[in-house]
């Protein structure tokens, strides 16, 4: 039972993973969504070292692992941007000795000149503002989330996959934004579920596994069930096996005949699984299933059907964080977006035979490229 995954191993399951896929029906596939995105972050995942895929650059809208939270935070593009102002790319030039000697000049000049201020090479000069800032940032958004609920300073970040000169030491832990919307998650089903009788969690869509890490930090003996499609599961299962987690993966996966849950959580804290093993889950019980930015990816018929995962099982509350008319529609299929949007209403028409919503927040959009999302809390009846 291994806690640690390599890179060799990491793209064997890649690549078995994705030749699976191609055979599956299209509710099993990448919608048109994720296939947009495909090429891109294969192509990126042969062109860097896996170990560093934390420090990997790239933004939303290129085709990249930061669509589903991997990636460069400081340095991570805004969308429709082909290149960072601060990429390491850059290094050479900002950070070079002629550089630091003529903007230390040109310092100096200021004071009796003013007007070569705009003799400056600005960007130069801005690094070192704006890591202050986003510094910053993430102190002032730690103490607003832990000042609400104190146990969640138990979750922080692991260095595995960082870039160590991008981290944000508190009381010697390393904290992100994106570790901290996490937190400010977990805070919010804390608030409103009987946090103790959660002790079996299924997410599709979990990312890197980055929630599924923090739920630990709070609750050492949970089982937490992750299904994703390729290459996504497999950075989740590379994440999670190297947190220490025992992770039953790919290569179990393929040394059993049939998928019993229970039997498996015996032996794993997390089952990794690719989406069309999901027929084969039924019967078990999940105190909680939450998806969290996926569905607005998806094609309609594919949110509906991983839906249906709650018929076949005993899910006791669901989280879900979402767009609330769904994703971009794409103009034609392969182009960007979905063809057919997954929003609010089909979720909620949905459940609405055997689940009450227990609590809804409606949010404005938190970026220019974002959409309006609704965070809503279902029970069963």
């Not at 409103?192 to 609750?219: H, M, R, V, W």
């Not at 669901?318 to 929003?343: D, P, W």
């Not at 009450?356 to 949010?363: A, E, G």
Request: glycine share 4%; charged share 30%; proline share 2%.
């Amino acid at each position: 039972m291994s806690t640690f995954q390599t890179e060799k191993q990491f793209k064997i399951n890649l690549r078995e993973l994705i030749e699976e896929s191609n055979s599956q029906t299209d509710l099993y596939k990448p919608g048109n969504y994720w296939k947009f995105y495909e090429k891109n972050i294969l192509k990126q995942i042969r062109d860097n070292k896996l170990i560093n895929f934390r420090s990997w650059k790239g933004g939303a809208g290129s085709g990249s692992i930061h669509s589903f939270g991997g990636g460069s935070e400081i340095k991570c593009r805004k969308f429709s941007r082909n290149f960072h102002p601060i990429d390491d790319d850059f290094k050479f030039l900002d950070d070079s000795f002629l550089v630091r000697k003529y903007n230390s000049l040109i310092n100096k000049i200021i004071l009796f000149f003013p007007f070569f201020k705009f003799f400056l090479i600005r960007i130069a000069e801005i690094k070192p503002y704006y890591k202050e800032l986003y510094k910053s940032l993430v102190i002032e958004k730690y103490k607003s989330v832990t000042k609400i609920d104190k146990d969640l300073k138990k979750i922080y970040e692991s260095d595995f996959g960082l870039n160590q000169k991008e981290c944000v030491l508190i009381d010697d832990k390393i904290y992100t934004l994106k570790i901290l919307r996490e937190m400010e998650r977990l805070g919010y089903i804390k608030k409103n579920l009987k946090f103790d009788n959660i002790n079996t969690i299924l997410e599709i869509g979990a990312g890197i596994g980055l929630l599924a890490s923090s739920f630990f930090k709070l609750k050492k003996n949970i089982k937490y069930l992750i299904i994703d499609i390729p290459p996504t599961i497999c950075f989740a299962e590379y994440y999670l096996s190297n947190l220490s987690l025992k992770v039953f993966g790919y290569q179990d996966l393929i040394k059993i005949k049939q998928i019993d849950i229970k039997k498996i959580f015996e032996d794993f804290d997390v089952i990794c699984l690719p989406p069309w093993k999901m027929k084969e889950i039924k019967d078990v019980n999940f105190d909680l299933f939450v998806n969290i930015q996926s569905f607005q990816e998806m094609e309609k018929s594919q949110t509906l059907n991983y839906l249906s995962i709650t018929k076949n099982n005993n899910v006791k509350n669901i989280y879900f964080e979402n767009s609330i008319t769904g994703h971009s529609k794409a103009k034609k299929k392969n182009e960007y977006g979905v063809l057919e949007q997954s929003n609010m209403l089909d979720v909620e028409n949905y459940l609405s035979e055997t689940y009450d919503i227990f609590k809804k927040d409606l949010q404005d959009k938190d970026s220019i490229e974002s959409k309006e999302k609704y965070v809503t809390l279902f029970k069963k009846k």
